[in-house]
């Protein structure tokens, strides 16, 4: 599932967002627009036993602007230009939606 951020489809100014793992709900089709804290759907359960980790995931990616299509990075590849790293967003999301900041003592991505 793709959601583009701004006004305009694939030019929001934090560009454009990938959520993987996600069972989307019937309603939400290809091409549909949403609405801020509209429900997409539930994150989908990836390990089939549980191993003392939590068994559910969703991936979050965060793509340039004007982005069409995820991509794949394999293991040992240098990124892809396209693909950027989501902290400082999501940093800002918890923020805005708690009134808090995040507290986070390492130097890398959350």
Not at 3 to 17: E, F, K
Not at 33 to 57: A, E, S
Not at 63 to 87: A, C, F, I, K
Request: with cysteine; glycine share 12%; net charge positive.
């Amino acid at each position: 599932m793709v959601a583009r951020h701004g006004s305009c489809p694939g030019r929001g100014s934090s560009g454009v967002i990938c959520y993987g793992e996600l069972a989307t709900l019937k309603k939400i089709q290809i091409g549909s627009v949403v609405d801020t804290d509209t429900c997409l759907g539930c994150i989908k359960q990836v390990l089939r036993t549980n191993k003392g980790r939590p068994m559910h995931m969703l991936h979050f990616e965060l793509y340039t602007p004007g982005t069409r299509q995820s991509v794949v990075w394999g293991l040992h590849e240098p990124r892809p230009e396209n693909l950027l790293d989501p902290t400082d967003k999501l940093r800002e999301a918890w923020e805005a939606s708690t009134g808090r900041k995040l507290e986070y003592p390492g130097k890398g991505p959350i």
